[in-house]
């Protein structure tokens, strides 16, 4: 596991941003895994300025989302399809019928999420799976539990994790219960992940995540079994590793 640690903003995202950019230099068709939160937006946002120079193409390649809420309507502009059309995708050259998010209006959630599986065999692995951190060490909304799912599967929210994203909605209410989520497995399938994290408040359980034991309870520790993982840090977020 390679831990860098960012004293800037500009200088995490240009670090984020040059990672997936030089992917797509060797391997112009390469399977992304992205996420949303608020930790990517920079990262994505220095991706379109290299574009914009002809730093970087994303034609051929494809893309699938962590996770989706379950029963926003579509076109809700905190549907994980909205923000990633917004902060991304209408501003690059990918595909949009190479782009992927899971449906969380299918009518049989479960068949979406088999569904979804079979697409990431047959179109996998994942080149690069960009993750977050929940403050309970959830990744996608694979929350702590005593066991985890390993494929695409609907969950049921963490009132910490409503909680953490009632900032994005009306009120607490308003943040739907369950969602669609990659399992654990399928984000450990990936050749290469690349974790980002920032803020002080993220900083506990970065440290569980990382140094701390593997377990369940913290599903980010399960990162640590994996071979290939670079973690972007902000000095808030890293100040507990010593
Ligand atoms: P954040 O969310 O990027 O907004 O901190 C990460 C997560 O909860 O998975």
Do not use: W
């Not at 060797?26 to 574009?51: D, H, N, Q, W």
């Not at 926003?72 to 190479?98: A, V």
């Not at 996608?140 to 009632?166: C, I, M, W, Y």
Request: charged letters at 20%; hydrophobic letters at 40%; glycine letters at 10%.
């Amino acid at each position: 596991m390679n831990i860098y640690t960012f004293k800037n903003e500009a200088d995490f995202n240009a670090t984020g941003a040059s990672l997936i950019a030089s992917l797509l230099h060797t391997k112009p068709r390469a399977v992304l895994g992205l996420a949303t939160g608020s930790t990517p937006v920079g990262i994505y946002g220095r991706l379109i300025e290299m574009y914009q120079q002809g730093l970087v193409s994303f034609a051929k390649a494809s893309s699938y989302n962590l996770d989706e809420y379950v029963g926003l309507p579509e076109g809700h502009s905190e549907s994980y399809r909205t923000f990633m059309n917004e902060k991304l995708f209408n501003h690059i050259d990918i595909q949009l019928e190479n782009t992927h998010v899971p449906n969380g209006n299918a009518a049989d959630l479960e068949e979406e999420c088999v569904k979804y599986d079979a697409m990431l065999e047959q179109n996998g692995p994942v080149d690069l799976q960009i993750l977050g951190i929940g403050h309970n060490g959830h990744i996608g909304f694979n929350e702590p539990d005593d066991s985890l799912d390993g494929g695409t599967h609907v969950a049921e929210l963490q009132e910490k994790t409503r909680t953490a994203n009632a900032r994005f909605f009306p009120s607490l209410d308003d943040v739907p219960k369950h969602a669609i989520t990659m399992g654990v497995g399928s984000i450990l399938k990936a050749k290469q992940i690349l974790l980002l994290v920032r803020g002080e408040d993220k900083a506990e359980i970065v440290k569980r995540a990382l140094k701390g034991p593997i377990t369940t309870q913290c599903p980010a520790s399960l990162l640590q079994c994996h071979p290939n993982v670079v973690v972007l840090l902000d000095q808030g977020a890293g100040r507990l590793l010593g």
